[in-house]
């Protein structure tokens, strides 16, 4: 049997405790959570069962000396993801970054450099990269049904909520485009399969705490044409479709409660020939009275993940169980590829390219928008 990655986790936070520990869990002939480390006093205590044998370190740096870690997982605060994945890299352990990856192209530059200084060792934490509905669009555009691409909708809307967490100041790079942005822009960018030519991007501040953004506006345009809408707010109450695609012979759309892919494309067997604009008279009838379509309805259902779980607020849940009130749900699927790619067996899924690219086009995003701070006032209760 091969040896387990002994893995420290760094911030014992909600992410570090309610996330990655229970994930890291689910595969425990490939794990052992052997150490954590916070800063806060409190952060240390009440930890869960996933730390019942971990050491406990108040110092990140005498974690990192602990000569029997092999990897370390970091969930600090955003602007620290970097740097604190940088110095367990330099310590020789091999390192999983949380989003955000980066909070400056200098940082970005930084962790694509050590990508190749330190082969095999970091890895990107695109967890919704391995989301089943996901995989299954891949599968989809990949057969050619729907022609060529034309419009990706992503749409993400975790509930109605106003977070006043550190995660909704940007001191410390919070807003929500910061928190769920790079995973749909990384699905974004891996769907378009373009260079982005050009973009647009609106970050507001509705009715959260703080001072960050808490809803989000985002289209890329690639160098293809084909156009990526990425929606992410905490303010909708009536959610809409998860994806739409938009080709040149059909469409697919995901609904909000994920269960189903639906297809609607033209029959494989139909071919177009060629249309040129009719200058005289045109017959009184709309669209071409020359061509019959035929379309074919499908509704595949989505299937539970190959390798790994579904998780909600840190428990394992059965596919279709899900409760929207209870918060969004992830995978813990990345963790068996991590495990993989660090044995040797696979390469990672997601390279360092791919997540420096996500990086760069959040920044270009960022200047686009422009945002300023600001802190929502509201009338006095009288």
């Excluded at 909600?14 to 916070?38: K, L, S, T, V, W």
């Excluded at 760069?360 to 006032?377: D, G, L, Q």
Aim: glycine share 8%; charged share 25%; aromatic share 10%.
């Amino acid at each position: 049997m091969e040896k387990k990655i002994r893995v420290g986790i760094l911030g014992l936070g909600r992410a570090g405790r309610n996330m990655h520990a229970p994930e890291i869990a689910q595969f425990p002939d490939f794990y052992e959570i052997a150490a954590g480390c916070d800063h806060a006093a409190d952060r240390r205590e009440n930890l869960p069962e996933q730390f019942k044998n971990a050491r406990i370190y108040s110092n990140y740096a005498e974690m990192l000396a602990d000569p029997t870690l092999d990897m370390i997982t970091v969930a600090t605060r955003n602007d620290d993801h970097t740097p604190h994945t940088l110095m367990a890299l330099e310590a020789g352990k091999a390192a999983v970054i949380d989003k955000p990856f980066a909070t400056s192209m200098e940082q970005g530059e930084a962790l694509l450099k050590a990508s190749k200084q330190y082969p095999g060792k970091l890895f990107f934490r695109f967890n919704r990269r391995f989301e089943s509905p996901f995989l299954m669009m891949q599968e989809v555009l990949n057969s050619g049904l729907l022609g060529d691409l034309s419009m990706i909708k992503i749409h993400r809307h975790p509930g109605y909520v106003r977070r006043f967490d550190w995660q909704t100041l940007t001191e410390f790079h919070g807003g929500l485009f910061n928190n769920w942005g790079p995973h749909f822009v990384d699905q974004g960018l891996k769907l378009l399969d373009s260079p982005v030519r050009d973009l647009w991007c609106k970050l507001s501040h509705v009715v959260g705490g703080g001072d960050a953004d808490d809803q989000v506006k985002l289209v890329l345009v690639g160098e293809n044409d084909c156009v990526v809408d990425i929606e992410i707010s905490t303010i909708l109450t009536i959610y809409g479709n998860l994806y739409e695609i938009w080709g040149s012979r059909g469409s697919l759309v995901i609904p909000a409660d994920g269960q189903q892919l639906k297809l609607r494309y033209l029959d494989p067997s139909i071919r177009f020939t060629r249309l040129d604009g009719v200058r005289e008279n045109f017959p009184l009838v709309y669209g071409n009275p020359n061509e019959q379509l035929k379309f074919i309805e499908e509704s595949r259902p989505i299937p539970a993940a190959t390798y790994g779980h579904l998780l909600q607020r840190g428990k394992v849940i059965e596919k279709g169980k899900e409760d929207p009130d209870q918060g969004y749900t992830y995978p813990d699927t990345m963790w068996y590829h991590v495990y993989q790619a660090y044995q040797g067996k696979a390469p990672y899924p997601v390279t360092a390219e791919e997540a420096y690219n996500v990086i760069k086009t959040m920044m270009r995003a960022h200047e686009a928008a422009r945002y300023r701070p600001s802190v929502i006032e509201y009338p006095s209760a009288k």
